[in-house]
Nanobody, 116 residues
Framework: VQLVESGGGLVQAGGSLRLSCAAS????????MGWYRQAPGKLRELVAA????????NYADSVKGRFTISRDDAKNTMYLQMNSLKPEDTGVYYC??????????WGQGTQVTVSS
């Protein structure tokens, strides 16, 4: 499956951004999707995830109450609405898809920069 992220950019602290991840090719096998981020000099971390069936979600403690993950199955697209952004939210955001059929797939990433 191919994943393409979009929606990153530069925003001031307190602002909002909406990331999108469009999936194509083999999307029937996806069991769960998620957003990860990697700040300079840090490990990649899970931000939010959503299951394909029930739509159950989970969030990193640092983004709870500010970020919302959602999906549109008709468009094979996943979203991450990010509100009340903080400088520490800065990083490259990656889309990930998991499948019991073919494992894991990553997008190329989209840069999010939050200025103070």
């Amino acid at each position: 499956v191919q994943l393409v992220e979009s929606g990153g950019g530069l925003v001031q602290a307190g602002g909002s951004l909406r990331l999108s991840c469009a999936a194509s090719g083999g999307t029937f096998g996806i069991n769960a999707m998620g957003w990860y981020r990697q700040a300079p000099g840090k490990l990649r971390e899970l931000v939010a995830a959503i299951t394909k069936g029930t739509g159950s979600t989970n969030y990193a403690d640092s983004v709870k109450g500010r970020f919302t993950i959602s999906r549109d199955d008709a468009k094979n697209t996943m979203y991450l609405q990010m509100n009340s952004l903080k400088p520490e939210d800065t990083g490259v955001y990656y889309c990930n898809a998991q499948s019991v059929l073919w494992g894991s797939s990553w997008g190329q990433g989209t840069q999010v920069t939050v200025s103070s």
